[in-house]
């Protein structure tokens, strides 16, 4: 198993002007080889937390996560993975070069097998001709393909990508889903979270919806409209309604 | 684990050195040290002394400047910005960010005053040159180089407290405030020890001397009166231990960020 939740809890501790706000209530879920899963949820369901917990970027309270049969907590278990955030951010005055160095330098790649994957990946993306600017002058849409591209630029197994589409025009969309479908195809595994569900719909194999960090449906695409006998999107509405 | 701490201090020291609020703070300070050989003009003795003073006070600014205004939210500013996300992504733990981070703004740091130092002794060469020996009997070089390696110890040791501070709390203003509290105790608890030294109170004396653990006393690390000297007024062993301690000192403070920083969750 690649991932693995079992009755995970987080709550995040009370801060000046704010109560504590549980954010995950015993979540459970697993994802195999080769298998794409779909976190959906609507705003504040805990789809972010669950894939930091996963980062080790923010620690359970309860229950046990697995990454590749190991808690999340060594950092030499991501060099197996690639993660896209939500917003994609990096030191301002850096130029996509010097990001993808870095990104090779701390998985140990060798000076040339860096440049050619970072060539492979930055053309792919529409960024080599922008590889040597300031990401300051960057606009949302080229950091999010600039933050793929770093995501990628090690051939991980695991993908975890929270909101890939975020940020990109039409085009840029279909291109993004175009390459998750070739990702999927060469058998890595892909965990991404997405408000948009008719990308979720074309690429999961399963998909598992959040709600007041509570897992509502954990299955198959076909399996949550034969729930309701309605197409996803009124499936996931009347989950999530049902619930409210 | 010091290729990914390098791999890290590299894009810190980028970073940096592609701001243009430190390229400002660069600009001015060689413009105030330029400024050295007019200010010269305005004293009638111990012009020497007067010039070395305010070249060495350029160079401790300009660092402070860097430290308060720019170390002291890089941690923050990868936080608020969500680039820690990109970064601890990698397969980098939470210790060897901490230690890319001091290492990459100990380079900048380093990096600026390669470049005020120079600039410094040159302008006191002029002046030096510029006027009758009784007015500037002595430069040494040996002793300029052990004044500008004191100035860079204080403000690594202070880069190791923000490192510290931003271990503990988030956002870059609490650090800057607690940052801003540490400097102005280090400069007056040796203020304090001296006047108390006079009075009876052994255990103030006692405690005030344990505090000093805590807030190191920098002028210990002050060696500008040496640069007009031709020889040592201090023990070359006392220069040794007082740069060992200060070494000593920032690697702990540096491990102690290391180990709370580890220990907290990225919100």
Redesign the interface.
């Known amino acids: 198993m690649v991932v693995s939740y079992n009755q995970v809890q987080k709550t995040?501790p009370k801060q000046l002007g704010e109560q504590a706000k549980t954010a995950l209530k015993g979540i459970s879920f697993h994802l195999a080889q080769g298998e794409t899963l779909g976190l959906i949820g609507p705003n504040g369901a805990g789809k972010s937390t669950t894939i930091?917990l996963l980062?080790d970027?923010?620690?359970p309270d309860q229950g046990k996560i697995l990454l590749f049969g190991e808690p999340p907590g060594n950092?030499?278990?991501?060099?197996r993975?690639g993660?896209l955030?939500?917003?994609?951010?990096?030191?301002?005055?850096?130029t996509c070069m010097?990001?993808m160095?870095?990104?090779g330098?701390?998985?140990?790649m060798d000076r040339s097998a860096m440049h050619v994957s970072a060539e492979k990946w930055l053309t792919r993306l529409g960024l080599w001709e922008a590889r040597n600017r300031?990401l300051r002058g960057f606009s949302k849409g080229m950091k999010q393909r600039a933050?793929f591209a770093?995501?990628l630029l090690h051939d991980p197994e695991l993908l975890i990508l929270d909101e890939p589409m975020s940020g990109l025009d039409p085009i840029g969309r279909a291109e993004i889903v175009d390459l998750i479908r070739e990702l999927k195809a060469e058998g890595k595994s892909v965990l991404f979270c997405s408000h948009l569900l008719n990308d979720v719909e074309r690429l999961v194999d399963r998909v598992l919806v959040l709600h007041e960090g509570m897992a509502l449906f954990h299955g198959s695409i076909d399996g949550l409209v034969t729930v309701s006998g309605q197409g996803m999107e009124d499936a996931f509405l009347s989950l999530v309604k049902g619930r409210a | 684990m010091l290729?990914?701490v390098?791999?890290?201090a590299?894009?810190?020291f980028?970073?940096?050195?592609?701001?243009h609020a430190l390229l400002g703070i660069v600009s001015l300070a060689i413009a105030a040290e330029a400024f050295g050989l007019l200010f010269m003009d305005f004293f009638g003795r111990d012009i020497g002394r007067a010039s070395s003073d305010y070249l060495f006070s350029v160079m401790w600014m300009a660092g402070l400047l860097f430290l308060f205004f720019h170390a002291v939210q890089v941690i923050s500013?990868?936080e608020e910005?969500?680039?820690i996300?990109?970064?601890?992504?990698?397969?980098?733990?939470r210790s060897?960010y901490v230690l890319g981070v001091f290492v990459g703004l100990s380079a900048l740091l380093i990096a600026l005053l390669l470049l005020l130092g120079p600039v410094a002794y040159l302008t006191l060469l002029w002046i030096k040159k510029s006027l009758a020996s009784v007015y500037f009997p002595e430069l040494s070089m040996s002793h300029f180089l052990l004044a500008w390696a004191g100035v860079l110890a204080m403000q690594i040791v202070i880069l190791a407290i923000i490192m510290l501070f931003s271990g503990l709390v988030r956002g870059g203003f609490p650090v800057l405030l607690l940052s801003a509290s540490y400097y102005a105790i280090c400069s007056g608890l040796p203020v304090v020890r001296a006047s108390t030294a006079q009075h009876d109170g052994q255990g103030l004396n006692l405690l005030l001397q344990l505090m000093t653990a805590l807030f190191p006393d920098f002028s210990r690390l002050d060696f500008k009166d040496e640069v007009l000297t031709a020889s040592l007024s201090l023990d070359t062993a006392i220069i040794f231990t007082n740069f060992s301690v200060a070494i000593l000192y920032a690697c702990v403070m540096v491990s102690l960020a290391c180990w709370f920083y580890a220990r907290r969750?990225?919100?």
């Open positions: 995040y930091r980062l970027f923010i620690r950092p030499a278990q991501r060099r993975i993660y955030p939500e917003v994609p951010s990096f030191p301002p005055n850096l010097d990001v160095r870095f990104a330098d701390s998985c140990h300031l933050s770093m995501a | 290729l990914r390098l791999a890290l590299r894009i810190m980028l970073d940096g050195l592609r701001r500013w990868d910005r969500g680039a996300y990109a970064l601890l992504s990698r397969p980098i733990s060897e969750d990225l919100q």
